[in-house]
């Protein structure tokens, strides 16, 4: 999952996604401006599901919303993080279908952490930070300290 942000001088900034659906997409980047702080008002976003894939699920959400604020922000995504769950319209966090089966593949691929919304049964090796809403997710999902110097948009 890949995701650019980039200003624009265009009244309406254009919001693209291969793979994924433009009315989620539409929807996610308007509850990351309004709930989450992430400045798109003046950016172009765009966002590609690598290989051709298509992602239909909500339990991708939180994926995307992730993608998109790393590269608004110039911040990173943690190493070895997974992250999963649905986002509402208020930016909190619903638990994704099936979660203990997704831990346990992201157990199998070695994977270190997995970000996911609060309730999700933890199993296993694998370190699950719970977040509440959208805000505690990026925190947990972003490098640490590296927000500091955000892309300036405007």
């Known amino acids: 999952l890949q995701a650019l942000v980039a200003p624009t001088d265009l009244a309406m900034p254009r919001r693209v996604g291969t793979g994924v659906d433009p009315k989620r997409l539409a929807m996610i980047v308007a509850v990351l401006s309004r709930h989450a702080g992430v400045a798109l008002g003046s950016a172009d976003v765009f966002v590609n599901v690598a290989g051709g894939l298509r992602i239909d699920e909500p339990g991708a ?81 972003l490098e640490r300290g590296s927000e500091k110097n955000p892309r300036k948009l405007a």
């Open 61 to 141: 959400d939180l994926a995307i919303a992730l993608a998109i604020a790393s590269a608004a922000r110039n911040a990173p995504v943690r190493e070895n993080v997974a992250v999963f769950g649905e986002i509402g319209l208020t930016g909190r966090l619903r638990p994704a279908a099936q979660s203990e089966r997704r831990l346990e593949e992201c157990a199998k691929l070695g994977i270190g952490l997995a970000v996911a919304p609060v309730g999700t049964s933890r199993r296993g090796k694998l370190r699950v930070e719970e977040a509440e809403n959208l805000v505690h997710a990026l925190r947990a999902g």
